[in-house]
């Protein structure tokens, strides 16, 4: 069987099922559905370039125009209208493999993967992921809290908690639940703004992060520093450091805020990090086990608000 192109060749119109791939089909299905670009992007929750952009890429891999531009819209081209044949039948067997595959995944039960920042886990999270553990018992969770956070599309974890600063950076590939805002402040600890304060003569230095140094948005406020007297990468000992009085720092204010023994710096003001956000990726997020994860742990990213945004204590 061969069928018109409508571009003065004729094609086998087996290439179109052996070359397409299910990425692609979304876009084409949306534009021949919707009628248009715009109406494609919006059900697609993408912009409007990238939904030309992937049509392009199809048309390229293909060989053929899709769609003809009219003014009333997109109209399937000849080539298009066999396409769509395959590309129903593409969609039908992917919802039917959802429904097999990852219909086996709804029991509350099975390994859970979440990765995020270490203070996230350390200064905020884990009474939350211990009271989860123990409504589930039977969902084995697995903590990822290195620095370097595992990447959702390789599959290396099913739930990513995130500091977003701009949206637009998020992945179109995932699903995104926004969570409250994450801002930081400048710390030092209470007995040695005491003891400036009753006039101590050693000089107040900056306690950094080697490899971000002092940011530019951090002040010294009322308290004049003398330079930098103490550098570490590792964000607990810089904790354990401004505790001791070694000198003053930039933290985040749901770790500094519910420390006894730190106190914001006088005179300084806060930094917004970013916004905090749940990703997953593709059918993952359907499996019951990371509903119900995600659902909890938004409601408790909701409640510690005031916490994260700096709000939750009077100002020194």
Known sequence: MVSDTGFGRRTPAVRYCTMIDWDDVRYFLAVARGGSVRAAAERLGVNHSTVLRRIAQLDERL?????????SGYRLTAAGEEVLEFADQMEASSHLLETR?????QSVRGLLR?????????????????????????IEMEILSSGDLA???NREADVAIRVVYDRKTLPLNLHGLKGPE???????SRDRLAAWRAGAPDPIRWIVIS???????????????????????????????????????????FVADADP???????????????????????????KRVRLFTEFVSRRLAAYAPLLAGLSISRD
């Open 63 to 71: 060989g053929v125009h899709m769609f003809e531009k009219l003014p």
């Open 101 to 105: 595959v990852f219909g086996r995944d």
């Open 114 to 138: 979440v990765t995020l920042a270490p203070p996230l886990a350390t200064h905020l999270l884990m009474p939350d992921f211990a009271d989860f553990a123990r409504l589930h018992p039977d």
């Open 151 to 153: 990447n959702l599309t």
């Open 182 to 188: 994450l801002f930081g402040g400048v710390y030092m």
């Open 211 to 253: 490899i971000h140094g002092i940011p530019d948005w951090a002040s010294e406020g009322e308290v004049r520093t003398a330079g930098v007297a103490f550098r570490t990468t590792d964000a607990e000992a810089q904790i354990v450091a401004v505790r001791q009085g070694l000198g003053i720092t930039t933290l985040p204010c």
């Open 261 to 287: 023994l730190l106190v914001r710096v006088p005179g300084t003001g806060l930094h917004m990090y970013g916004t905090l956000w749940l990703l997953t990726k593709g059918e993952t997020r359907k499996t």
